[in-house]
Each structure stands twice: as structure tokens, then as C-alpha cells.
């Protein structure tokens, strides 16, 4: 059974910094590119960041670059989403997704496997 857990959402103030862990189980973790993708309230769900197998190479959205980070640890089967300097604009729920394909893409089609969600609420 295939499963990718979400955990770190919570309520923080503006400015304030939380960190989201995504640990997949049920597959080879290090086989996968691994991304974070989010769902503000009304909207579509968007790409936020994504990382290679390796963890050599990252993508960000344009909203996060500069204030979020993802990197993984393949030991662990867990990738990770530091977010610094948030703003209220990034209250979403947030998700992780695996995919197959060894390039990082930033469409949700790409990606085979999700995480439940976790939410990020950021106050102003």
C-alpha cells in the first residue's frame, strides 16, 4: 500500500517560518521526483516546489522563490518544505506528490501519488 504522509502545517503570523515533512511509504522513495503543490481557499491547486531523485536539482513557483526551500533525504523516505518569511497569501492546504518521470514537472497530472494535505494558515 502506497502512502505519502503529510505533517508541520499549523497557524503561524506573517513573517513566521514552518516546516512541512512528507514521508513516502510502500515505494522505493529515491526512484521518484518529489513536489509540493497547494490549494488556496477557492482556487486551483498549484505547484509550489519540486526536487530530482538525486536532490541535485530544484524548481520553484515564482510566488516562493527566495523564501521556500525543499530538499529530501532519501535514508528517511521524507521530503521536506522549509517555508521562511510567510505571508497571508500562503495560507493554502498544502500537498505532496511523487511521480515516475525523473523531470521535475508543474502540473498535478505528472504526478502519481498524494499526500492527504496538511494547512498552512498564515495570519497578517
Known amino acids: 500500500q502506497v502512502q505519502l504522509v503529510e505533517s508541520g502545517g499549523g497557524l503561524v503570523l506573517a513573517g513566521g517560518s514552518l516546516r512541512l515533512s512528507c514521508t513516502l511509504s510502500?515505494?522505493?522513495?529515491?526512484?521518484?521526483?518529489m513536489a509540493w503543490f497547494r490549494q488556496p481557499p477557492g482556487k486551483e491547486r498549484e505547484f509550489v516546489a519540486g526536487i530530482v531523485r538525486s536532490g541535485d536539482s530544484t524548481e520553484y513557483a515564482e510566488s516562493v522563490k527566495g523564501r521556500f526551500t525543499i530538499s529530501r533525504d532519501n535514508a528517511k523516505n521524507t521530503v521536506y518544505l522549509q517555508m521562511d518569511s510567510l505571508e497571508p497569501e500562503d495560507t493554502a492546504i498544502y500537498y505532496c506528490?511523487?511521480?515516475?518521470?525523473?523531470?521535475?514537472?508543474?502540473?498535478?497530472?505528472?504526478?502519481?501519488?498524494w499526500g492527504q494535505g496538511t494547512q498552512v494558515t498564515v495570519s497578517s
Open positions: 510502500g515505494r522505493t522513495f529515491w526512484l521518484y521526483t
Open positions: 506528490a511523487a511521480g515516475r518521470d525523473p523531470n521535475i514537472h508543474t502540473v498535478t497530472y505528472e504526478y502519481t501519488y
